[in-house]
């Protein structure tokens, strides 16, 4: 549901659970050179289904927080799944949202989006700006809003706003903040300034490669949002909050596709990041008390503050239902799932649910299709 449940962090922290939405794009022809049709489709605002490649006489079912469809619109995506969580970014408290899906799925649609259809992040930007300038003063508080927009790739931290720089290192300070000494920090106090930093970096980013394997697709690019308020009257006291908003990595695997070299390097690293993201997301939303590995991996590091604890998540994992995604979706769709059945019959609405198949920790882990 879309609710947020407090679970216990195995001792007296709460610890708040990753909710999960799973966005199928619409089906392509240009994606489908067989002429196949589409192998997955919606159900209703929580379940879809997918044939199973075992037996094409069966479809499998999952079960999620929420799904939108190949028609959700990009204002229904922002207006469900993250306009609810920005206000908590003004009280000082964190916040974060992630594209999660195989390259081709879209992640970059529903984090950025187009011009005629803007996406998740200029949504949010122009919500921030506008629930700031509600605040007008009247609750005792200046308000001030700054940004910084880096990327993590080979398990390498780069700021995107200042093209020349080396890995940077993450710290954690005694208030158990996360922060990047060096990373660049502007002020923005408009939508248009916002713009003029972003746009250019942006670009910069997606047009360096052209290639398949292109390095937007390897690696993690992340917008941060934060909001620092300052209490007028006297001990003047400051909050901070922080909104993530991260259009990760490809989660295909690239081993499949015959990477060698220095691409198999980065490969290997963005699986580290995809992986333990996976063990983060899963270990918050067993709600058991395993120890949530946030230090194993640069993205997990970074977002440590951000996701879980008191922080508000928002996973939005992009499937893309032609064939040739089959198997990078089955993972996906494992990973995002609270629940799946095999049900006979594909595709029809009369289906009956024959085998409930439980979820394996293993499974999940190795984001393997085991139906
Ligand atoms: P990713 O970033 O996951 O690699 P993209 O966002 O680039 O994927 O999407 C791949 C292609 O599909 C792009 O041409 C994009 O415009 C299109 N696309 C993705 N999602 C949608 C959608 N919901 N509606 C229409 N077109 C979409
Ligand atoms: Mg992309």
Not at 6 to 16: E, F, L, R
Not at 59 to 74: A, I, L, N, R, S
Not at 116 to 132: C, D, N, S, Y
Not at 319 to 334: G, R, V
Request: glycine residues 6%; aromatic residues 8%.
């Amino acid at each position: 549901m879309a609710t947020r449940v407090a679970v216990s962090d195995g001792g007296n922290k709460k610890t708040s659970r990753v909710r999960v939405a799973v966005r199928l794009r619409p089906y392509m022809n240009k994606e489908d050179e067989k002429s196949e049709g589409p192998c997955v489709r919606g159900l209703d605002s929580q379940n879809l289904e997918i044939i199973n490649w075992r037996n094409a006489t069966e479809t499998v079912k999952y079960h999620f927080d929420v799904f939108h469809g190949e028609q959700t619109t990009q204002q229904e995506v922002f207006l469900s799944s993250v306009k609810p969580i920005l206000p908590h970014i003004l009280n000082g408290q964190n916040a974060s949202v992630f594209a999660y899906g195989p390259t081709g799925a879209g992640k970059t649609h529903t984090m950025l989006g187009s011009s005629e259809q803007p996406g998740v992040i200029p949504r949010a930007v122009r919500e921030v700006f506008k629930l700031v300038k509600a605040k007008d003063a009247s609750d005792g508080w200046d308000y001030s809003i700054g940004m910084s927009y880096l990327e993590i790739y080979n398990e390498k931290v780069l700021d995107l706003l200042s093209p020349n720089s080396q890995d940077l290192p993450i710290r954690e300070d005694k208030d158990k903040n996360i922060l990047i000494p060096g990373l660049t920090h502007m002020n923005i106090s408009k939508f248009a300034d916002f713009d003029k930093h972003f746009v250019p970096a942006t670009l910069n980013r997606t047009t360096a490669s052209t290639k398949l394997n292109q390095r937007s697709s390897r690696s993690h690019a992340i917008l941060l949002i934060k909001v620092v308020r300052t209490q007028q009257q006297l001990p003047h006291r400051q909050q901070t909050g922080k909104l993530y908003l991260v259009d990760l990595a490809g989660s295909e695997d690239n081993r499949r596709t015959g990477n060698q070299g220095i691409r198999l390097k980065e490969s290997g690293a963005i699986n580290l990041s995809l992986f333990t993201l996976s063990k983060v997301v899963d270990s918050l939303n067993s709600g058991t008390s395993v120890r949530v590995p946030y230090r194993d991996s640069k993205l997990t590091r970074l977002l440590q503050d951000s996701l879980g604890g008191s922080a508000h998540s928002v996973m939005i994992t992009n499937i893309a239902p032609e064939y040739k995604y089959y198997f990078d979706t089955f993972s996906a769709l494992n990973f995002a799932a609270k629940s799946k059945l095999i049900v006979n019959k594909p595709f029809t609405r009369e289906t009956v649910a024959v085998v409930p198949v439980k979820r394996s920790r293993e499974e999940r882990e190795t984001g393997g299709s085991g139906t």
